[in-house]
């Protein structure tokens, strides 16, 4: 699975971004899909994750309040929003995808199919 991550950028401290994970030629809706960043000089870490109906949602804890994901079906498309930037969200954000039995499942790990990744940089 070709996954593709976009909409990162240079943005302000205090903009809101949202990133896009797509799978062109494939059925995201078979996937679970997890976000997942990694700043310069640090481990990547889990951010947010969504099951493949979208009902679910799992977050980390760092992450509760500013991060939003969601995914519209009928356009086959995962998105990651991010409120109140701030220059520690500085990273290279990238989304993952596992193919799952149940509908509602969202892991947090493990996940098979990863993007390429889209920088976000946020100043001061």
């Known amino acids: 699975v070709q996954l593709q991550a976009s909409g990162g950028g240079l943005v302000q401290g205090g903009d809101s971004l949202r990133l896009t994970c797509q799978a062109p030629?494939?059925?995201?809706?078979?996937?679970?899909v997890g976000w997942f960043r990694q700043a310069p000089g640090k481990e990547r870490e889990f951010v947010a994750a969504i099951s493949r109906h979208g009902g679910s949602t799992k977050y980390a804890d760092s992450m509760k309040g500013r991060f939003t994901t969601y995914r519209d079906l009928a356009k086959n498309t995962v998105y990651l929003r991010i409120h109140k930037l701030e220059p520690d969200d500085t990273a290279l954000y990238y989304c993952?995808?596992?193919?799952?039995?149940?509908?509602?499942?969202?892991?947090?790990?493990?996940?098979?199919?990863w993007g390429q990744g889209t920088q976000v940089t946020v100043s001061s």
């Open positions: 993952a995808a596992e193919n799952v039995e149940g509908l509602g499942v969202v892991p947090t790990t493990g996940y098979d199919y």
């Open positions: 030629g494939r059925d995201l809706s078979r996937y679970a």
